[in-house]
């Protein structure tokens, strides 16, 4: 896949702090699973790309992820106000990239390399702005959902505390995995704003704004339930240990 065509940018600024177990006070994406940091599992299933194609969005203990990882270009988030401004921090250092940009998670370490490949394939042969990665699972996972119209035409997302009843019954979940069309999703991010109860700049707004702007959103629901599985606790990180552990016997 071609550097001028597709570059990654790969979210690495969170703290992790339900992960600060005494006397580890890591930077969560370089928590070990199955003998490697989370960073490491999610850096190799995006090798289809070139190491100076892959953007990491730095923040907490920035030097010592830089330090384990010193051959990817770096995008620093000095504070931390959500995904979206997590995101915006890649802009300088994408400046003048007209290509497509796909925006993945450091804390992610099951999601396949084939995975990341389907989305950016769907989102080239779709012609969409945005492509949204899903899942459906019956796992009661805090995702938000996926909204569709009854076309089947995706309509928003919706977090997991602000669905109804009727959308918390949505088996299909945003894996937080997203292709969008470059230039354009500056613009998306430049207009969030953090009306929310966290006062944060959600990527998950960015969506709906395309489709307002009558755009073409996409969804390409190849997620396991599996894959989409973040780590944000310690429970969390020993299942994701059981389940690579179990993938490489």
């Not at 928590?31 to 490491?40: E, V």
């Not at 470059?182 to 430049?190: D, F, H, T």
């Amino acid at each position: 896949m071609s550097s001028s065509t597709v570059k990654a940018i790969v979210l690495c600024a969170g703290k992790g702090t339900r992960l600060q177990s005494e006397g580890c006070h890591l930077p969560k994406v370089l928590r070990q699973a199955n003998g490697r940091p989370l960073l490491s599992h999610v850096l190799e299933a995006l090798s289809f790309l070139p190491q100076e194609d892959v953007m990491l969005i730095v923040g907490y203990q920035r030097e010592e992820v830089m330090r384990a990882f010193p051959n990817y270009p770096v995008g620093v988030q000095e504070e931390q106000l959500g995904t979206g401004h997590a995101v915006l921090s890649a802009k300088e250092g994408l400046k003048g990239f007209d290509g497509h940009v796909l925006v993945c998670c450091g804390d992610m370490p099951l999601m396949k390399r084939s995975t990341y490949q389907s989305l950016v394939a769907a989102h080239m042969r779709e012609g969409n702005a945005c492509t949204i990665l899903s899942g459906v699972t019956e796992r009661a996972l805090p995702y938000g959902r996926i909204v569709r119209d009854e076309g089947k035409h995706f309509r928003r997302i919706v977090e997991d505390r602000d669905c109804t009843p009727e959308e918390k019954s949505i088996t299909e979940l945003n894996a937080g995995v997203y292709v969008f069309e470059g230039q354009k999703l500056w613009r998306a991010l430049e207009s969030l704003r953090p009306d929310n109860a966290q006062g944060e700049y959600y990527l998950t707004d960015a969506p709906a704004w395309f489709l307002a702007q009558g755009e073409k959103v996409g969804v390409c629901s190849t997620c396991s339930s599996n894959e989409m599985m973040g780590v944000n606790t310690l429970e969390q990180l020993q299942r994701v240990e059981d389940i690579l552990k179990g993938r490489s016997l």
